[in-house]
């Protein structure tokens, strides 16, 4: 039984799949597949996003975020509050973590005081803005790899890298767009990705200037604020005696 719930796991982590997409895969009994990941969405361990697909839940997530939270997802709070206040809209900060990317910072209700997106909420590291944002500037190899049963292109990332962020639907949420923008760490490194979310009434179209010159210059703001790993000393040469 474990491995064949580790068997549907791996399906649902390349991306979003119905019931019937699971059972062409991984080649299990339909009834199989229906008890065993009813039984993981359940546990938290599978969800389903608005159009019923299943895909990683919200335990996975969390263990994937488990780790001692650093100098970015601290300072991103008041980045993330600040950018809320501006734009009306939910702000948060991804990072990839294999086959997924969490919400590791999020905006919260001002009345409320929850956040706009759980931490921990993981999304299919295959398909949506974010993920393409937080792949687009890796190396070829980690490009090769990444863009395997994805569902874009190595043409779409290179349009991505020429304008510097990423715009369409929510893979998970219905009627949502987002808006996605690289922050880099102190050796230019995209390490994390500054996303804005809301309805689609309002993000469908392509951002305005304005929206997107927030958004870039909130993610431009934290990646000031991340250590710079200390130059190496010159040696000073000492002329011969």
Not at 119 to 145: F, I, M
Not at 147 to 166: M, S, Y
Not at 211 to 221: E, K, Q, T
């Amino acid at each position: 039984m474990l491995d064949k719930a580790s068997v549907i796991l791996s399906v649902v982590e390349q991306r979003p799949a119905s019931l019937a997409q699971v059972v062409a895969i991984s080649g299990l009994p339909r009834p199989t597949v229906y008890r065993i990941a009813t039984a993981l969405e359940r546990l938290e361990l599978l969800s389903r996003d608005a159009h019923g697909r299943f895909l990683p839940g919200a335990r996975i997530g969390h263990a994937a975020a488990g780790q001692p939270r650093d100098r970015l997802e601290h300072l991103a709070e008041g980045v993330l509050a600040d950018l809320h206040a501006r734009t009306g809209l939910n702000a948060r900060v991804h990072r990839r973590r294999d086959a997924v990317h969490i919400c590791v910072a999020s905006s919260a209700d001002p009345v409320t005081g929850q956040d706009a997106v759980p931490l921990g909420t993981a999304r299919p590291a295959k398909s949506g803005p974010v993920a393409q944002v937080l792949l687009a500037w890796e190396d070829p190899d980690e490009l090769y790899a990444g863009l395997r049963g994805a569902r874009f292109n190595a043409a779409q990332l290179a349009l991505i890298r020429q304008r510097g962020w990423a715009h369409g639907p929510d893979v998970m949420v219905l009627d949502e767009y987002v808006l996605a923008v690289p922050v880099r760490d102190g050796e230019g490194r995209v390490s994390a990705a500054l996303v804005l979310s809301g309805p689609r009434a309002r993000m469908a179209k392509l951002p305005e200037r304005g929206l997107r010159n927030a958004v870039i210059d909130a993610a431009a703001g934290l990646t000031e604020t991340l250590p710079r790993r200390s130059a190496r000393p010159r040696l000073r040469s000492v002329p011969p005696r």
